[in-house]
């Protein structure tokens, strides 16, 4: 049977002549506004919850894993950074080394 409006209403107005106006309203206010098959279960909130928990699992995995490709990626750029800095300095050191040279050079003309 499907519950309607104008169902509803005959619903009420026999419990309006049977219990009064004020009990009548009371137990219509407890009835759900749809019908019982739109109303949730234990059973229905437990597979939402597990659908939940499953979700929020593989969200954390996923998280998991960028964690671990940002911590893979940040190792190579240092190792990257410091093979860069390394190579600099040698430049850098053999260019002052060479000055030097140059200059006592010249200073023993």
Do not use: C
């Not at 190792?75 to 600099?88: G, K, M, N, S, V």
């Amino acid at each position: 049977m499907t519950i309607d409006e104008r169902t509803r209403r005959e619903l009420y107005l026999r419990l309006e002549a049977v219990l009064g106006v004020v009990e009548a309203e009371t137990l219509m206010e407890h009835l759900p506004p749809v019908g019982w098959a739109d109303v949730a279960t234990r059973r229905d909130l437990d597979a939402l919850r597990n659908e939940m928990e499953h979700g929020f699992s593989m969200v954390q995995s996923e998280f998991a894993l960028a964690r671990s490709e940002m911590a893979t990626q940040k190792a190579e750029i240092l190792t990257l950074i410091a093979d860069r800095l390394r190579a600099q300095t040698w430049v850098l050191f053999s260019a002052l080394v060479a000055g030097i040279g140059a200059a006592a050079a010249i200073a023993r003309l």
